[in-house]
């Protein structure tokens, strides 16, 4: 009997894993982020079609300026390309159910492009000769109509008339400029003609300008006509139309990939009613051992009591220290070392709020609360216990709840036993750190053995919840390094400050990942140090002779005694703190050096 039981569970077991391997496949094929792949490759076409029309507003600019700028037209080109690389990198996240279609709009994109560039390049080429002509006309104007009034000799009627003549030769080719037609060409050659005739009348000084002149006007003649005609082409290569090109497709691929992801999901609904079933089977056939969960459940509930009565006294004790610190700051009148107390208390309870937000937040959905209601089902069936968990629903699946509960119980106490533990090691640091400030009113610093590297770690820890929330990522460059003998607690507001400065350094960083490099080991046999490097905003060089000053901080927030209280806490460990950038943008690396004090045996 026992034989064919154990088979038949087996080969239940055997079923609910076969189950859930094929929900696992299914949700691995549902679960694809495409949708999020089109939505932002739509972005990227929208974003490319806002700069083809801004480039060619840019385009139609740099045809009526007088300062041919052409950084405008250069910028919008290199925008759609970087996006154009995106999308392109991209494309590998469609289903490209068409992939001839998909190539012919991605070559027919590209030939726009390539040919609106080829225009835009002839464009600035002949536009910047215009332009300049453009520009001259005025001051060649000035060169024959100055010399012209200062003419004394001849007859001043004819002077007049070809002073006339040059003046309204030089409109109609600003008119020209603006409004390109055949009847303005015709009137600029009559005057040009004139203005040949005009240059044999007059001496020979004149006959230079006159020439400069007429063929900056011959040049705006044939010009004029080039640029228009260039930005007309321009205007009807259909950028715009291949990008909406790729967009429809994008938009039929998705819908395609949609109705294919829905198969999947209507396959994982039929394979979960299934295992669901399966496991309601497995959950009635391991009904047993129910006093002895019960047992385990009110010691279970008894360590939680405790465990909250323990969360209690150590955040009253946190509290209590606290009012201490601000009470004996404010009597003392010390400001300086009450705002070093302050400072490294805060840092290090950043980790005493997580861990207590942690263990309360615990608490407060303890698996625990369960085990009342299942006493409650109990306690409603004194005389027909045995019939209940037999025969009644909610009866059969009660053992099972217990046995889950059991565990679920264990994993919770022991998460919150570790998270006390560090709670408790974080409060023992912030006395320990009350106590080092002790050392500046002359008391002697501490001494005892200290693996570096577990320092590190400790500092490390005290900070890991501002690293994951800003996406730092920790390198360690740990060198072999025995135990030395040397203040830790100083040591340790030391290490907790770099990281903290080295972590806000890099808070505005997006155009690359975030990383910090921590340090360790021996120089010249004498001396120990410990670096912290980040890749962040750098410390300009005009501001490298105070990154130590008291008060000087570049945050919003900050106040500016963290690295005061570093440099004051490895002035008294007979070592030193210094930092060292290559400028704005180019990170920061700070190097604390103390003398190296190895312990008898270690060496």
């Known amino acids: 009997m026992k034989m064919s039981r154990r088979r038949s569970m087996a080969l239940l077991s055997f079923v609910a894993l076969a189950l859930a391997s094929i929900l696992l496949f299914l949700y691995l094929k549902s679960s694809s982020d495409q949708t999020s792949t089109y939505t932002d490759s739509r972005d990227l076409i929208g974003r490319m079609k806002q700069l083809n029309a801004q480039w060619e507003t840019e385009i139609l600019k740099a045809r009526i300026t007088i300062y041919h700028n052409y950084d405008p037209l250069v910028t919008p080109l290199t925008e759609m390309t970087e996006l154009w690389e995106r999308f392109d990198s991209m494309e590998s996240g469609h289903g490209r159910n068409d992939a001839a279609m998909w190539k012919t709009s991605h070559d027919a ?25 453009l520009a001259f006309l005025p001051t060649a104007e000035d060169d024959i109509q100055q010399p012209l009034a200062e003419l004394v000799d001849g007859d001043k009627l004819q002077l007049q008339n070809i002073a006339t003549d040059t003046y309204d030769l030089l409109l109609s080719s600003l008119e020209f400029a603006q409004v390109t037609s055949d009847d303005r060409a015709a009137d600029i050659l009559v005057g040009l003609n004139k203005l040949g005739v005009n240059k044999t009348r007059l001496p020979e000084p004149f ?40 967009t429809g497709l994008l938009n039929k691929d998705q819908q395609q990939a949609d109705a294919v992801y829905q198969r999947y999901h209507l396959y994982m609904l039929v394979f979960s009613t299934l295992l669901v079933l ?17 047992r385990v459940n009110e010691a279970l ?16 004790e946190l509290k209590d220290t606290q009012s201490e610190l601000l009470d004996t700051a404010r009597q003392a009148g010390m400001a300086e070392i009450a705002t070093n107390v302050l400072h490294n208390v805060g840092n290090v309870l950043n980790s005493v709020n997580i861990s207590a937000d942690l263990v309360t937040r615990k608490l407060r959905s303890s698996k625990a609360l369960g085990l009342s209601k299942a006493m409650q089902l109990i306690n409603e069936h004194p005389t027909d216990l045995g019939s209940f968990l037999t025969e009644d629903a909610k009866g059969k699946l009660l053992p099972g709840y217990l046995n889950q509960l059991v565990d679920a119980i264990a994993l919770e106490q022991q998460g919150m036993t570790d998270e006390l533990a560090q709670l408790t090691k974080s409060v023992d640091h912030i006395k320990d750190i009350v106590a080092t400030q002790q050392s500046y009113a002359g008391a002697n610093s501490l001494m005892e053995p200290l693996h570096i590297s577990e320092l590190l770690e400790d500092a490390l820890r005290m900070n890991s919840g501002a690293l994951t929330r800003h996406h730092v990522t920790v390198v360690k460059e740990y060198s072999e390094v025995p135990r030395v003998m040397g203040d830790k607690h100083r040591l340790l507001l030391i290490l907790i400050n770099l990281i903290s400065n080295a972590k806000y350094a890099m808070s505005d960083l997006s155009n690359r990942p975030r990383q910090m490099t921590l340090g360790v080991k021996i120089v010249d046999d004498a001396t120990l140090q410990v670096s912290v490097k980040d890749d962040g905003e750098g410390i300009p060089e005009e501001n490298m002779t105070r990154i130590f000053a008291h008060g000087f901080t570049t945050r919003k927030e900050g106040h500016g005694f963290g690295l005061h209280s570093c440099a004051l806490a490895a002035i008294e460990m007979n070592g030193h703190l210094t930092a060292h950038s290559d400028g704005p943008g180019k990170g920061a690396q700070f190097t604390l050096q103390i003398p190296l004090k190895t312990v008898a045996g270690d060496a």
Do not use: W
């Open 278 to 294: 399966v496991l309601v089977y497995l959950a009635i056939r391991l009904m047993r051992s129910f006093t002895e969960i019960n």
């Open 207 to 246: 006959h230079e300008p006159i020439d400069i002149l007429s063929n900056h006007i011959a040049l705006i003649l044939r010009e004029q006509p080039i640029v228009n005609r260039l930005l007309d082409n321009i205007e009807a290569v259909p950028v715009a139309e291949r990008l909406d090109d790729i």
């Open 109 to 133: 994109y590209l030939a726009a492009i390539q040919e609106k560039t080829r225009l835009v390049e002839q464009f600035k080429s002949h536009n910047a000769v215009l332009r300049n002509s």
């Open 301 to 316: 509930q008894t360590a939680n009591e405790e465990l909250e009565i323990r969360v209690e006294e150590r955040t009253q």
